[in-house]
């Protein structure tokens, strides 16, 4: 059971990290246009010729797999258990909606990642479906895959309601993979309850407005 919660965190925070540099680099798709497109293809670029972030997409892969998988181990596990024990029901009391439906919150977002790969990853990395142009530089028009989705309304609210899952899957994850790794004491929990809180809701916020903003330029 250790071993298993330990790859969840691990994983786990591998992805807040991730999350974290594509929330940055995302970020310049706010800025205008003539300014945003070629700083987002030619990062895009480096990022995609880079044979050292080329490892660290497969280590990116493997990640979302085995979190997926082994949480969905554990989530079966404290089924069968919950049924059984007095113990676990006592502590629902204690515990929040997030930390009772994480196996839902991460199946949702899996959903979306699984569509977004589709958006984005598929289209630029794999060469499926509608061709992806150049821009004047000469790099592939990754700022044009974005804006042109983020034209369409209904991408844009999906792309945004689905970051309220998101934000409470990382509250309560972040907070959990700590205290898997060690960091249990009072004090420690208060801070990493603060942190928690704070990551988790620009994640969310800044993810989720993103496409709004998109949508209006
Ligand atoms: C405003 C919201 C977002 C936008 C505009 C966006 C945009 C993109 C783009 C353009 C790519 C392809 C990059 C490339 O190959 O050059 C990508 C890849 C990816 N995105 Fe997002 N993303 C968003 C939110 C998210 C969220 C919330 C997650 C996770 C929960 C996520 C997970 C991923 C993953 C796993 C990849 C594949 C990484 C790779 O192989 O390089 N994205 N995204």
Request: hydrophobic share 50%; glycine share 6%.
């Amino acid at each position: 059971m250790f071993f298993k919660k330990s790859i969840i965190a691990l994983t786990g925070l591998f992805l807040c990290i991730f999350l974290i540099v594509h929330l940055s680099a995302n970020s310049i798709l706010v800025l205008p246009e003539e300014m945003a497109r070629g700083l987002y293809n030619s990062y895009s670029t480096t990022l995609r010729e880079s044979p050292l972030i080329k490892v660290v997409a497969y280590v990116l892969y493997l990640s979302i797999v085995l979190h997926a998988v082994y949480a969905l181990l554990i989530t079966l596990n404290n089924r069968r258990a919950k049924s059984k024990s007095y113990s676990l029901n006592r502590n629902r009391e204690n515990s929040t909606w997030a930390s009772q439906n994480m196996g839902l919150l991460g199946i949702t977002i899996l959903l979306f990642i699984v569509v977004h790969l589709a958006n984005f990853w598929a289209r630029i990395k794999l060469g499926m479906g509608e061709e992806v142009g150049l821009d004047t530089d000469g790099n592939v028009d990754v700022y044009e895959v974005t804006y042109s989705l983020f034209q369409n309304i209904y991408y844009v609210c999906f792309y945004s309601i689905l970051m309220i899952p998101l934000g409470l899957h990382l509250h309560h994850g972040l907070k959990s993979a700590f205290m898997t790794l060690g960091f249990y004491n009072r004090k420690w929990l208060r801070i990493i309850s603060k942190v928690s809180l704070i990551y988790a809701a620009i994640m969310a916020i800044g993810f989720g407005i993103i496409p709004f903003i998109v949508f209006l330029k």
